[in-house]
């Protein structure tokens, strides 16, 4: 299971006047081959938006992607972003 992050350009720029945040996901059940390591627990919004593809984080159970979306959605939330759904 994967959890996708992406900013469109316009949440880019409100990221930029709004100010950074860090956004952080559960470590629990982190897979192999996954954008992060699975002892990074966080990244900031702006490195998340640098990356030309965005940040894929790999799970190994549903359940453990399912926790993770919803901490990271609340964290962009807080910052004003929206979510799209792919």
Known sequence: MVLSIRLSRAETNALFLAGDIMVTWPIEGLAQGGDPSPE??????????????????RYAEPSQVEQAVLAVRARLAEAGLGEEQE
């Open 40 to 57: 990074r627990s966080g990244m900031f919004v702006s490195e998340i938006a640098a990356r030309p593809t965005g940040l894929r984080i």
